[in-house]
Every structure is written in C-alpha cells, then in structure tokens.
C-alpha cells in the first residue's frame, strides 16, 4: 500500500495532467547537460542534438575516455567531466544505473534543473530495500540525497529505442506523450517545454511524488500513450491511492 492519500495525489494532478503548452523559457538556452554516456544517455544526446541543442555529456571518469563514443554514438555533443557538464547547462538529465548516483556529490547539482531518467532495477542494481520500496517513488531518494538541486522525475517511461523511433514534431498525427513530475513548478516547465522539442506532447504529472506511476510497474511505463491517454491514465493512478 502506499502512503499517499488520494485528496493530495488528486489535488497534485488535478487540472495539470494535460497537453502543456504553457512554458518557462529555462529550457530555450538550447544547451543540454546528460550525465552517463550510456545506451539511454547517448539516445537522449541524439535527439537533443537533433532537436537543435548544445550538448555536453559525461561518463564515469574523464572524458576523453568517451569522446570516442560519443563521436560515434552521438555525433555532435562533446564530452566533457561531469563537473564541465554541469558548469555547462542549466538542465542536467541524469542516465547513470540508479545504484550510482549516491557515488555523486550532493551538492554537485545546486541550483541546476535535474532530470531524473533513472529507472530501478534489481538484475542491474542489485537488491535494494529503499530503492524496492520506496513508497514515494525513487525520484524522492534523489531529491532527498541532491537537496539543492531542482528534481524532476521524466524521460523515464519509454525505452531509449522506442523514445527514438517515437519522437515527432508538433502536431502530427499519432504523436505521443511523455510525463512529467517534480514539486519544483518552473523546473517542471523547463522539462515539458523540453519533451516538446524533443518530439513528445508534454504532460504534468504533478508534483514529484506523483512520479511513482511513472516508474517500471506503473500504469505507463513502457508504452506509447497519446497526451490524452497518458494523463487519463495518470488521474485514474491518483484516484486509485487510498484516503487518510
């Protein structure tokens, strides 16, 4: 059961969970930071730099341990150390397997726009309780261990081939949806007005919470929703949510 009563999962989702366009203008700088240099990292760095961005990445060490990869995987981006990526943007995607991002600095990401596309699995985690568990989701362990960064939980829910072969621009038939979630409003904004560039009608999720059904087992992870489905899907998740 989770420890989340419906009036305030509701309330978060209520009037939000749409096709957004209403947006902040932090993301129109057009430089996008992503942190690990992986299958879902470089698949994000491909798309950004489609989509017109500045785009710097990071793996585990330094970066010229990856400039081949990115070369090759992600043409266009440069690599750079994770301390460089996040100098550079005002919006960091974090693409790393879970289990490492306590390996990070705390306050490595202060004040910055953090995406977390980080998913929970045991075969590649290993076995671990708060991850398991969390009955918040596990976007709020990442808030809880960056506390001066500005989370929010997107980015997620669609596999790194199906978020590529989805993407579509504005308006075209059969575009789908993509979700977001966080507690920080203008962060939110940021992160919708990016899943648009990228190709996706951008939906809020509500506050960051509301992240946990976007999460593997959630209503919507792993599927090509449309806006108005993703968001049905969504209020159906919060009315479902047992009252105090």
Not at 214 to 223: M, N, R, V
Request: overall charge positive; glycine content about 10%.
């Amino acid at each position: 059961m989770r420890p989340r009563s419906r009036h305030h999962a509701t309330r978060a989702l209520r009037a939000r969970t749409r096709d957004h366009r209403v947006f902040s203008g932090e993301a129109t700088e057009r430089r996008l930071g992503i942190v690990g240099a992986g299958k879902a990292g470089t698949a994000f760095a491909r798309a950004a730099v489609a989509a017109g961005y500045d785009v710097a990445i990071s793996g585990s060490g330094p970066s010229d341990r990856i400039e081949l990869i990115v070369e090759v995987l992600a043409p266009g981006a440069r690599a750079l150390t994770t301390d460089e990526v996040v100098a550079y943007a005002g919006v960091i995607v974090l693409a790393i397997p879970m289990h490492r991002f306590r390996q990070l600095r705390r306050d490595l990401f202060a004040g910055k726009i953090l995406v977390d596309a980080m998913n929970y699995w045991d075969e590649i985690d290993g076995v671990d309780g708060p991850f398991a568990t969390a009955p918040a989701g596990t976007s709020m362990l990442v808030q809880e261990w960056f506390p001066s960064a500005r989370v929010v939980k997107s980015l997620n829910h669609l596999g790194y081939f199906k978020f590529e072969k989805s993407r579509r621009p504005r308006g075209t038939p059969g575009r789908i949806g993509m979700a977001a979630a966080g507690n920080d409003r203008s962060a939110v904004a940021a992160v919708l007005e990016l899943i648009d560039i990228l190709g996706f009608d951008a939906v809020d999720a509500g506050n960051l919470e509301s992240g946990l059904a976007l999460q593997p087992g959630g209503p919507i992870f792993g599927a090509g929703h449309s806006a108005k489905e993703l968001s049905s899907l969504l209020s159906r998740e919060a009315a479902l949510l047992p009252a105090n």
